[in-house]
C-alpha cells in the first residue's frame, strides 16, 4: 500500500521535474492534494494533473498530452529537458482513462480531471477551465447563431465615407481596416487582429461612428482593456478621434475587471449571467492579455444583442499566469456559413487581387472571416524594416529574418554579444535625457524620454537576464554622470516600475515611472497619465523596482523609439518565437537585437506551445 506514496516522495517523477525546473512547488503541492483526495495511487496521473497545473501558468489551457515534452523553462536548455525521464505519452493516457479523478469518484462528486479526446491527440483540463472553455465555447456559438439588423446601405455609405484614399473615392481594395469595420457592424461577435501600427485602434473607432449611425439613441458603449495602462491608451486613442468622427460624448475607458463590476473583497463581479452588461457595444482593446477566465466571465456578463469586439495581436505572448485566449479565437475551427452582408458591402475587398500595399485575401483568412475574424496585415506606423522582420519572425522564415538583420538598413540590426558600444550609449544618452528634464521638475518631458530606448532580456537571472544586465546599464549611467546611484534612495531620473495595482493610487501593475524634481527641492515619482503626469510622494509606492532593463513579457503593451534586446545562448528554452516578435514589435524606429546568429534562427524556429481545446474539435472523455 506504502510503496507508490514512498517512491513519489523520494525518486518520483514529481521530485524530479520540481528539481529540474519543469514544475513549481505550487505545481506538485495541487497534484499531491489531488492524489490525496481522489484516492489516486497512479504515479502517471498525479505527474499529468501537475503539468496540467503547469501549463495553465505558461499560456495553455490545458495540458496537451501527447506533447507534454515541449515546456520552455527558464533555467533549462532544450537538451537538459529532452534528456528528463519523460513517461512514456500512452502510458500516460492509458492511467488518465481510468483515473478516478478523470472518470469521477463512485464516492462523491469529486472530479477535478477533465480529458477530452481530440483528433490531434488527448487534452486534460483541470476542471475549472475545462467549464470556463466549455462556457466560452456555448456563448460564442449562441452569439454567431445570428446577427443584428442592420440598415446595410447605410453601414455601405459610411464604410465609404471613413475608408478613404488620401486623394478621395473609396480606398484601394482590398482593404482589410474596411472588412474589419463591415464585420464588427454586421456581426454580434468580432476579434480584429492585428501587429503594433495595422490601425487596430483606427479602425475600431471608426466602428464605433458606423454602429453609432444604425441606432436611433446615441448607443451605450464600454471600452475596456486588461490592464490600466492600455485602458488608458485606448482612451486617448478615443479621444483624439472621437470629435472628427462624432462619436458618442464621455466614453470612459476603463480596465475590464472595472468594467465587470469587481468589488474589493468580493468573490463575483456585479455583471454576471443574471445582472448582464448595461451596453449595446463593448470593446476590448490588448485582448492577448485577457485570460480564459476573464473572458469566461466576460462573454457570459454580455447581452446576446450587444456587439463585442475584440482587438489585439495574437502573435504576442502570452499572459504568463493564466491560459490566454485571442490566439485561440483567432484560430478556432469556423461553422458559420457565405455572409451574405459582407458580400454586398465589401464585395469588392474579399474578390480583389493584391495590390502593392496589400495582398488579396487567401482562402483561410475568407473562412475566418465568416468566423468573424479578422487580421489587417499592412504596418500603418512604422515603415518597412521593422514591420517585415517581425512578420518573417511570426511566420518563422529565418533565412529572411537573418537577410533582414544583415542589410544596413538603419531601422534594424544585429550586434555581436561583445559589440556594446552602440547599447552603451543609447542607455547613457536615454537616461542623460530624462535626468536633466527630471532635474528641471519637467515631469512629461522626463516621462517621454524614457520611451527613447529600452533594454530587454528574455531572462529574469543569469548572465542574459535582466538582473546582471539592469545592473550594468545603471552603472554606464553612473559613470556618465559621475555619481553613484544608490539603490536605495531616491533620486531625479530614477526609471521606475510599478509591479502590482494599487487602485488607491490609481497606479497598476507595469505602470513605467520616474522620480522628478518639485521646486521646493522635493522628489516625486511621477506617471504619465494621458497628456498630463500623476505625481506620487515615492513613499507611497510600496511595490516598484528601478528598472534599467525588463524582461520582453514585462514589455508588452508599451513601444519604444529605440529596442534592443539582449538574446540568451540557442540553446535556452525560453527563447521562442513569440518572445522575439514580442521584443521586435515593441520598437517604433530602432530595434537592435544583441546576440548571436544562431541564437537568432534558434528563436525564431522555436515556437511556444500553446495548448487549448478551442482551436479544435473536441469529444469529451467519457462519452456522456
Ligand atoms: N487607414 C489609415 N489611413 C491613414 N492613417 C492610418 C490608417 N490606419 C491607421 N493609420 C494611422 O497609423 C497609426 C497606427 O494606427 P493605430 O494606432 O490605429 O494602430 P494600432 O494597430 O491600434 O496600433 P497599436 O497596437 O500599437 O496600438 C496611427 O497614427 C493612425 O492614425
Redo the contacts with the bound molecule.
Keep these: 500500500m506504502t510503496e507508490p506514496l514512498i517512491a513519489q516522495r523520494g525518486t518520483g517523477l514529481l521530485r524530479v521535474f520540481n528539481d529540474a525546473g519543469v514544475l513549481s512547488a505550487a505545481d506538485v503541492h495541487v497534484a499531491e492534494r489531488l492524489r490525496k483526495l481522489g484516492g489516486e495511487t497512479a504515479e502517471h496521473v498525479t505527474f499529468a494533473a501537475a503539468l496540467a497545473v503547469r501549463a495553465v501558468r505558461s499560456g495553455s489551457v490545458c495540458l496537451d498530452v501527447r506533447r507534454m515534452r515541449e515546456v520552455t523553462v527558464e533555467e533549462a536548455t532544450e537538451e537538459e529537458l529532452a534528456a528528463l525521464p519523460w513517461p512514456d505519452a500512452d502510458e500516460v493516457v492509458a492511467a488518465l482513462r481510468v483515473s478516478p479523478l478523470v472518470l469521477g469518484g463512485g464516492t462523491g462528486p469529486l472530479r477535478p480531471l477533465r480529458m477530452v479526446d481530440t483528433d490531434e491527440g488527448e487534452l486534460l483540463y483541470l476542471d475549472r477551465y475545462f467549464v470556463q472553455e466549455q462556457t466560452i465555447r456555448r456563448v460564442l456559438d449562441t452569439r454567431a447563431q445570428d446577427a443584428p439588423s442592420l440598415d446595410v446601405d447605410l453601414l455601405a455609405r459610411g464604410l465609404d465615407e471613413y475608408?478613404r484614399a488620401p486623394g478621395g473615392g473609396p480606398?484601394q481594395a482590398p482593404?482589410r481596416?474596411r472588412i474589419a469595420a463591415a464585420l464588427a457592424v454586421s456581426r454580434w461577435t468580432t476579434v480584429v487582429a492585428?501587429?503594433?501600427?495595422?490601425?487596430?485602434?483606427?479602425?475600431?473607432?471608426r466602428v464605433l461612428a458606423l454602429v453609432s449611425a444604425q441606432f436611433d439613441r446615441p448607443p451605450r458603449i464600454g471600452l475596456a482593456a486588461p490592464t490600466g495602462k492600455a485602458a488608458a491608451?485606448l482612451q486617448e486613442?478615443v479621444d483624439d478621434q472621437a470629435p472628427a468622427l462624432g462619436l458618442p460624448d464621455g466614453m470612459k475607458a476603463m480596465t475590464l475587471h472595472r468594467l465587470l463590476g469587481w468589488q474589493r473583497g468580493g468573490t463575483r463581479f456585479r455583471y454576471n449571467p443574471a445582472n448582464r452588461l448595461p451596453f449595446d457595444v463593448v470593446v476590448v482593446?490588448e485582448t492577448s492579455m485577457v485570460s480564459l477566465t476573464m473572458m469566461c466571465r466576460l462573454l457570459e456578463a454580455m447581452r446576446p444583442d450587444a456587439r463585442l469586439i475584440l482587438?489585439g495581436?495574437p502573435d504576442q505572448l502570452t499572459s504568463v499566469d493564466a491560459g490566454a485566449v485571442l490566439a485561440d479565437l483567432v484560430a478556432r475551427p469556423v461553422r458559420g456559413g457565405d455572409d451574405a452582408v459582407l458580400r454586398r458591402v465589401v464585395g469588392a475587398d474579399l474578390e480583389a487581387t493584391s495590390d502593392p500595399d496589400e495582398a488579396a485575401l487567401g482562402r483561410s483568412e475568407l473562412q475566418r472571416l465568416r468566423g468573424g475574424v479578422v487580421r489587417?496585415s499592412r504596418g500603418?506606423?512604422f515603415g518597412g524594416a521593422i514591420a517585415r522582420l517581425a512578420v518573417a519572425v511570426r511566420d518563422g522564415r529565418d533565412d529572411d529574418v537573418m537577410a533582414l538583420l544583415r542589410a544596413d538598413d538603419p531601422t534594424v540590426s544585429l550586434c555581436a554579444p561583445e559589440d556594446l558600444a552602440e547599447l552603451h550609449s543609447d542607455v547613457v544618452d536615454a537616461s542623460v535625457a530624462v535626468t536633466a528634464a527630471a532635474d528641471a521638475g519637467d515631469a512629461l518631458a522626463a516621462l517621454s524620454g524614457l520611451e527613447a530606448h529600452r533594454l530587454l532580456c528574455a531572462h529574469r537571472e543569469g548572465p542574459f537576464g535582466v538582473q546582471r544586465w539592469a545592473l550594468q546599464a545603471q552603472e554606464w549611467v553612473a559613470q556618465a554622470q559621475g555619481r553613484r546611484l544608490d539603490p536605495d534612495s531616491w533620486y531625479p531620473g530614477q526609471p521606475l516600475l510599478v509591479t502590482a495595482n494599487d487602485h488607491e493610487l490609481r497606479v497598476y501593475n507595469g505602470d513605467a515611472g520616474v522620480i522628478v524634481a518639485r521646486p521646493d527641492g522635493s522628489l516625486a515619482a511621477a506617471f504619465p497619465r494621458g497628456d498630463d503626469a500623476l505625481l506620487l510622494h515615492p513613499s507611497q509606492l510600496s511595490e516598484v523596482q528601478t528598472v534599467y532593463a525588463m524582461t520582453i513579457h514585462r514589455s508588452q503593451g508599451s513601444?519604444y523609439d529605440t529596442v534592443s534586446v539582449v538574446l540568451p545562448e540557442e540553446g535556452a528554452s525560453l527563447l521562442t518565437r513569440e518572445l522575439l516578435y514580442t521584443a521586435i514589435t515593441r520598437a517604433r524606429r530602432h530595434v537592435r537585437i544583441i546576440g548571436t546568429e544562431e541564437s537568432v534562427r534558434a528563436g525564431v524556429r522555436r515556437q511556444v506551445l500553446r495548448a487549448s481545446g478551442l482551436r479544435r474539435e473536441v469529444r469529451p472523455f467519457p462519452a456522456s
Design positions: 475608408f480606398s482593404d481596416q492585428g501587429g503594433p501600427g495595422t490601425g487596430k485602434t483606427h479602425t475600431v473607432a491608451r486613442a482593446d482587438v495581436d489587417l500603418r506606423r513601444q
